[in-house]
T-cell receptor, first 109, second 118 residues
Framework: DAKTTQPPSMDCAEGRAANLPCNHS???????VYWYRQIHSQGPQYIIH?????ETNEMASLIITEDRKSSTLILPHATLRDTAVYYC??????????WGAGTKLIIKP | DTGVSQNPRHKITKRGQNVTFRCDPI?????LYWYRQTLGQGPEFLTY????????KSRLLSDRFSAERPKGSFSTLEIQRTEQGDSAMYLC????????????????FGPGTRLLVL
């Protein structure tokens, strides 16, 4: 079973920041949090990952709470092309990625 | 393009036929993964290789499925005697494993092969 919990769907207005939450209350100390997204009929695309500290790259920012039990992916200026399913993933004890159903993010004009 | 590639992108076959898919990982990546994804679900892990060794197989991988990575580079996934329930997207991913569990294990995915069994 997936080790993360995400809302099934969210809407966001174009140009606004999209904040996608994820709960991973059973995460252990050496497990990373990964975010991927999947645009319809394409392979998953890596977005960002983190261990303890907040991370930022050209696509997004990842905010991880101090207790590491939850995180938020932030797309700072959402565009219509950001409409996708977003997956928050924590690895299992064998360092394999266990995927849930993700959050379907719809960016509205 | 130095990303993960998969061929074919689409495959339609009749029930009972055998099919084979190919995955070419990112060149310096030593780990290669196969996943299956059905509509509305996240990818489900099938198996993975480290170099040419197949290190783990999911219980989803029935005896009709076989995967190989003979020279530690490209991999093939074969499904024998296909069934309609095998219809899905088959995804391949690769990563660079250094042996240090504290290092990140980011997997990079190919575009997938969509299989339809009639």
């Amino acid at each position: 079973d997936a080790k993360t919990t995400q809302p099934p769907s969210m809407d966001c207005a174009e140009g606004r920041a999209a904040n996608l939450p994820c709960n991973h209350s059973t995460i252990s100390g050496n497990e990373y949090v990964y975010w991927y997204r999947q645009i319809h009929s394409q392979g998953p695309q890596y977005i960002i990952h983190g261990l303890k500290n907040n991370e930022t790259n050209e696509m997004a920012s990842l905010i991880i709470t101090e207790d590491r039990k939850s995180s938020t992916l932030i797309l700072p200026h959402a565009t219509l092309r950001d409409t996708a399913v977003y997956y928050c993933i924590v690895s299992d004890s064998n360092y394999q990625l266990i995927w849930g159903a993700g959050t379907k993010l719809i960016i509205k004009p | 393009d130095t990303g993960v590639s998969q061929n074919p992108r689409h495959k339609i076959t009749k029930r009972g036929q055998n099919v084979t898919f190919r995955c070419d990982p990112i060149s310096e990546h030593n780990r290669l993964y196969w996943y299956r994804q059905t509509l509305g679900q996240g990818p489900e892990f099938l198996t993975y290789f480290q170099n040419e060794a197949q290190l783990e197989k999911s219980r989803l991988l029935s005896d009709r499925f076989s995967a190989e990575r003979p020279k530690g580079s490209f991999s093939t996934l074969e499904i024998q005697r296909t069934e309609q329930g095998d219809s899905a997207m088959y995804l391949c991913a690769s990563s660079k494993w250094t042996g240090d569990y504290l290092r990140d294990k980011t997997q990079y995915f190919g575009p997938g092969t969509r299989l339809l069994v009639l």
